[in-house]
T-cell receptor
Framework: DTGVSQNPRHKITKRGQNVTFRCDPI?????LYWYRQTLGQGPEFLTY????????KSRLLSDRFSAERPKGSFSTLEIQRTEQGDSAMYLC???????????????FGEGSRLTVL | AQSVTQPDIHITVSEGASLELRCNYS??????LFWYVQSPGQGLQLLLK??????LVQGIKGFEAEFKRSQSSFNLRKPSVHWSDAAEYFC????????????FGSGTRLSIRP
């Protein structure tokens, strides 16, 4: 399978605990995005990377959220001191903006669902 | 700043009827535009995209969309919907610079009436 892979698929945690999600993008893709989606809403941009560089982080994002992509391949999203409002589906997507005519459309993983009790 | 508006939260159409889902964007230059579909419990799948050239683009599953620069719109259409088209549809906009990100609208939920 050469698609975008996310782990774990489901995570239930207690308020105040830390959680970490992992995303393995399509291997030749240089861009990696994290989005958050709640029921009935569109994917909300969190952050994105080009290779190992984090290009932008949403200003709406709390300092409790951090993401890394240390070698320009897989990425992790950590949420510290989780709150009930963090419950959502966390989506990872990868893309490539190399080459002429490449629009960089996103290829999504199936998401990691977080439930904070 | 770029933004996307999908004014219709929920639309119901009869099977076999035509469909148009609206999308308006805000971006300082000509953007890349996308439509994605999300079926219940499924991941997001690209339906079609616009990046240049012909403003009427064809996608998968019989969908098409038209880029209208003057109206800042990229509406999605299908001549005859099928029950399997029931899903959530998201419009997205991206920029052409190397530092541009892709952002999504809030989505339109499509229900099909038998």
């Amino acid at each position: 399978d050469t698609g975008v892979s996310q782990n774990p698929r489901h995570k239930i945690t207690k308020r105040g605990q830390n959680v970490t999600f992992r995303c393995d993008p399509i291997s030749e893709h240089n861009r990696l995005y994290w989005y958050r989606q709640t029921l009935g809403q569109g994917p909300e941009f969190l952050t994105y990377f080009q290779n190992e560089a984090q290009l932008e982080k949403s200003r709406l994002l709390s300092d409790r959220f951090s993401a890394e992509r240390p070698k320009g391949s897989f990425s992790t999203l950590e949420i510290q001191r989780t709150e009930q409002g963090d419950s959502a589906m966390y989506l990872c997507a990868s893309s490539s903006n190399r080459g002429t005519g490449n629009t960089g459309e996103l290829f999504f993983g199936e998401g990691s669902r977080l439930t904070v009790l | 700043a770029q933004s996307v508006t999908q004014p219709d939260i929920h639309i119901t159409v009869s099977e076999g009827a035509s469909l148009e889902l609206r999308c308006n964007y805000s971006y300082g230059a000509t953007p890349y535009l996308f439509w994605y579909v999300q079926s219940p419990g499924q991941g997001l799948q690209l339906l079609l995209k616009y990046f240049s050239g012909d403003t009427l683009v064809q996608g998968i599953k019989g969908f098409e969309a038209e880029f209208k620069r003057s109206q800042s719109s990229f509406n999605l259409r299908k001549p005859s919907v099928h029950w399997s088209d029931a899903a959530e549809y998201f419009c997205a906009v991206g920029g052409r610079s190397s530092a541009s990100k892709i952002i999504f609208g809030s989505g339109t939920r499509l229900s099909i009436r038998p």
